[in-house]
């Protein structure tokens, strides 16, 4: 699994950024990063794909972005409604074909 | 609009199998692969395989190839995900998700989800 800080916290208004490290076999080695938003009992929500590219309707307040083999998610402008947990998968060469990381628990206080 | 709707909730006995369904609307079904992935409660997302709806080619994790069976209905716009064996940790919400991109061989994102099929395993 691709590894992320279990949880982060900021206050609204602020930028938070969420890491996700992998290795040159997934984040490093392709351009195929996505990160999804998920709310208690619902389902995820494309926020990323492609390292750095938002699907349309998200808000430009989410922001992608790699150096290496970690991946990172950006909020800026910390709202109420942003929180939720935030997983970042990628492809990845090995048999698993596709790789999440365990989520983090964005609280924005 | 874009929407998967899946077959509703389960619950089966250690060693039994479980089919689950998600029927497509709103796009054309055969030029997007289908996803699934399972969300064990309280725990992360975990990809299980993919199918593509034109071929009815699959590709499955390596951790589920024996016991995972992925299927289509072209007519009623409908896949179909078997899972064999079932365990007490098998006990998870089973998700349906549309790939963004088409029937390529990466990994493009997955840009529309089905509400998620429970299943639990107990004896």
């Known amino acids: 699994a691709l590894t992320q800080p279990a949880s982060v916290s900021g206050s609204p208004g602020q930028s938070i950024t969420i890491s996700c490290s992998g290795s040159t076999n997934d984040v490093g080695g392709y351009n195929y990063v996505s990160w999804y938003q998920q709310n208690p009992g619902k389902a995820p929500k494309l926020l990323i794909h492609?390292?750095?590219k938002r699907p349309a309707g998200v808000s430009d307040r989410f922001s992608g972005a790699r150096s290496g083999n970690t991946a990172s998610l950006t909020i800026s402008g910390l709202q109420a409604e942003d929180e939720a947990d935030y997983y970042c998968?990628?492809?990845?060469?090995?048999?698993?074909?596709?790789?999440f990381g365990k989520g983090t628990r964005l609280t924005v206080l | 609009q874009v929407q998967l709707v899946q077959s509703g909730a389960e619950v089966k006995k250690p060693g039994a199998s479980v089919k689950v369904s998600c029927k497509a609307s709103g796009y054309t079904f055969s030029d997007y692969f289908m996803h699934w992935v399972r969300q064990a409660p309280g725990q992360g997302l975990e990809w299980m395989g993919r199918i593509n709806p034109k071929t009815g080619g699959t590709y499955t994790a390596q951790k589920f190839q024996d016991r995972v069976t992925m299927t289509r209905d072209t007519s009623i716009t409908t896949v179909y995900m078997e899972l064999s064996s079932l365990a007490s940790d098998d006990t998870a919400v089973y998700y349906c998700?549309?790939?963004?991109?088409?029937?390529?061989?990466?990994?493009?994102?997955?840009?529309?989800w089905g509400q998620g099929t429970t299943v639990t395993v107990s004896s």
């Open positions: 998968s990628s492809y990845t060469n090995n048999d698993t074909h596709v790789v």
């Open positions: 492609d390292v750095t």
């Open positions: 998700a549309k790939d963004r991109a088409g029937n390529y061989y990466y990994y493009y994102g997955m840009d529309v």
